[in-house]
């Protein structure tokens, strides 16, 4: 069935430096991949997402990228801070689907 | 952006009892709206799409008499967890599609509702 694969699990960088989330997609009809933010104790926030007829998009100090060929996207923040701490996942849907498969989830420790 | 309230945020509940959710999209309409559940540090498993008008469609594995799921609005949703049991503890999660396009358009989630059975 479809899978996204999500890593790493944990991840954690200094203030101030680049963290970089990377996940995979088994389903080639996949078409729109969102990622979220999760927060302790609360439900996910939509950071950004991007779809299949984009390759890359920026807002701010997050970015995704996508290579539909290799089946990768990747999340990239910079100028990272503590308040950029948190649990990101990555998903994967279609259009007209019925479902949106989640990555495993990284947990972000950004260091002061 | 869209938002989706859930109520109560956490309950505690005697072995036994019966707990209702609710998921409400409170400047949209949603045909469809997911319940997910996540256990600690893992990540969001589905259980359930909720369609308004008809009846919930239910992942492999999910008791659809366990988790019972109403749908009577546009705009709410509801699951009961029936008979709950320590083992229903979790944090229970929903989602709902800004438009009608079901899961291949972005999904605005609720705060989510934690659950302790005693």
């Known amino acids: 069935g479809e899978n996204v694969e999500q890593h790493p699990s944990t991840l954690s960088v200094q203030e101030g430096d680049s963290a970089v989330i990377k996940c995979t997609y088994s389903?080639?009809?996949?078409?729109?991949f969102p990622w979220y933010k999760q927060e302790l104790g609360k439900g996910p926030q939509l950071i950004i997402d991007?779809?299949?007829?984009?390759g890359e998009k920026k807002d701010q100090r997050i970015a995704v990228t996508l290579n539909k060929t290799a089946k990768h996207f990747s999340l990239h923040i910079t100028e990272t801070q503590p308040e950029d701490s948190a649990v990101y996942f990555c998903?994967?849907?279609?259009?007209?689907?019925?479902?949106?498969?989640f990555g495993a989830g990284t947990r972000l420790f950004v260091k002061a | 952006g869209a938002v989706v309230s859930q109520h109560p945020s956490r309950v505690i509940c005697k072995s036994g009892t019966s707990v209702k959710i609710e998921c409400r999209s409170l400047?949209?309409?949603?045909?469809?709206m997911f319940w997910y559940r996540q256990f600690p540090k893992q990540s969001l498993m589905l259980m359930a799409t909720?369609?308004?008008?008809?009846?919930?469609?239910?992942e492999q594995g999910v008791e659809k008499d366990k988790f019972l799921i109403n749908h009577a609005s546009l705009t709410l949703s509801t699951l009961t967890v029936t008979s709950a049991h320590p083992e229903d503890s979790s944090f229970y999660i929903c989602?709902?599609?800004?438009?009608?396009?079901?899961?291949?358009?972005?999904?605005?989630f609720g705060p989510g509702t934690r659950l302790l059975v005693l």
């Open positions: 991007i779809r299949s007829n984009v």
């Open positions: 909720s369609n308004e008008g008809s009846k919930a469609t239910y």
């Open positions: 989602s709902a599609p800004l438009t009608s396009g079901g899961a291949g358009e972005t999904q605005y």
């Open positions: 389903d080639s009809a996949s078409n729109y």
């Open positions: 400047d949209f309409q949603a045909t469809t």
């Open positions: 998903a994967a849907s279609y259009t007209g689907g019925f479902k949106t498969i």
